[in-house]
């Protein structure tokens, strides 16, 4: 029988092309009727097409990762069954075949962590149109983990970094020809153990970066005279903990306090989309949380300003437990609208906080000190001892002025400050 041409067959309704992901079969092999000859990724699903007759391959038209029409010749099987002998060269493509599309290319921001190549990564029409569903951009797609052949990635690869929140979300494209190079000053960076940072705190590191580049950091600040609620919680906590079986901390008195004030203020619970500002529904507290390896997380109040004190305490507790053990779900790091810092915690006096993108603002709490402060009372000026704190609230100012986020923090303050010392339990 004389040679015959196999065809890119139909792998659905409305597929045009498909992308060689790998090859089965060599020049020279044999193949039987319906073994694998290949597999192909659409940009619906990644198929293995079999071979529809037996033989001996005689020549491959494509190499992997290009995209080729459907019903376009892409291998020559000799049905004969004699065998050829293999060529070690990349088989010459024949003068007369259908022009094939250029496979997708990316180029990577840094080298990626798992797999791929230094000079590009190979994407599947199915896997660009995942990414652009969900506009990821290259940059980010070239950071996920890739366990497919020669580090390509698989649809269930971007699929599980979709489900764990996109930890490259604010991977940064790299800048070419743009005229201005970094030039290498050559510092003396010195000599010690070498620390290779891990991945979170790479995912740190790139949030972080991010986000000064993106938003136009402007820090406003306000000192808090919060004595009635310091000594409020001092003599309430044991009272509070047998009764409600919660320990009761400053976090979810401050996230109460934050709640009521965006809800004054709801443009200060905002991002920014393209041209669009979007003002959020919910109200979504994000608390940043220290973890035992001395990174951060943010673990996500939902609907604060519907949950009371007793329900802030349990869900804070809870979420700071399970940070603790690294038992937090994707899910409850998610969709948070607005981020408190308690960087008193560490004995911080003061800080200035970058936002958490893409909220437009973020909230720092300092220590708290006893001071000397003059009160004016009815009677006449006095000097008292006084619980006070410094709150600094880093703004976005593409959307948000420096009117709004005044006011917005010295509300904070005042609901702080409006804390009575015979409060209820």
Known sequence: MPKV????????????????????????????????????????????????????????????????????????????????????????????KVEATPAVKVRTASPLPQGGAGGGMFVSPLIERIAREHHISFEELARIPATGNNGRLR??????????????????????????????????????????????RQMIADHMVFSKHTSPHVTAYVEADVTDMVHWRNNAKKEFQ???????????????????????FPKINSSLDGKNIIVKDD????????LPSGNLIVPVVKNADKKSLVELAATTNELALKARDGKLTAEETKGSTFT????????????????????????ATGIIKKRAEVMERKEGDTIEIRNM????????????????????????ADYMEEWTINRKI
């Open 5 to 96: 041409e196999f065809k890119m067959p139909r792998l659905g309704e409305s597929i045009t092309e498909a992308a060689i992901i790998k090859w089965w079969k060599s020049v020279g092999d044999t193949i039987e009727q319906d073994e694998i000859l290949l597999e192909v990724a659409t940009d619906k699903v990644d198929s293995e097409v079999h071979s529809t007759i037996s033989g001996t391959v005689v020549e491959l038209l494509y190499e992997a990762n290009d995209v080729i029409e459907i019903g376009a010749p892409i291998a020559i099987i000799d049905s004969d069954g004699k065998p050829v002998e293999k060529k070690k060269e990349t088989p010459k493509q024949p003068d007369k």
């Open 340 to 363: 408190i810092s308690n960087v008193g915690t560490f004995g911080s006096l003061m800080g200035t906080p970058i936002i958490n993108q893409p909220e437009a603002a973020i909230l």
């Open 283 to 290: 109200i979504h507290i994000g608390m940043a949380t220290a």
């Open 155 to 200: 649809k269930s690869d971007v699929m599980q970094y979709i489900s764990e929140g996109r930890p490259f979300k604010f991977a940064q494209p790299v800048s070419e020809n743009t005229g201005f190079k970094v030039p290498d000053l050559k510092f003396d960076k010195g000599k010690g153990t070498i620390v290779e940072m891990d991945r979170m």
């Open 389 to 412: 704190m410094y709150l600094y609230l880093s703004f976005d100012h593409r959307i948000v002025d420096g009117y709004l986020a005044g006011s917005f923090l010295r509300r904070i």
């Open 242 to 264: 047998k009764k409600h079986q919660e320990k009761l901390t400053f976090t979810p008195i401050f996230i109460q306090c934050i709640a009521k004030a965006i809800q004054d």
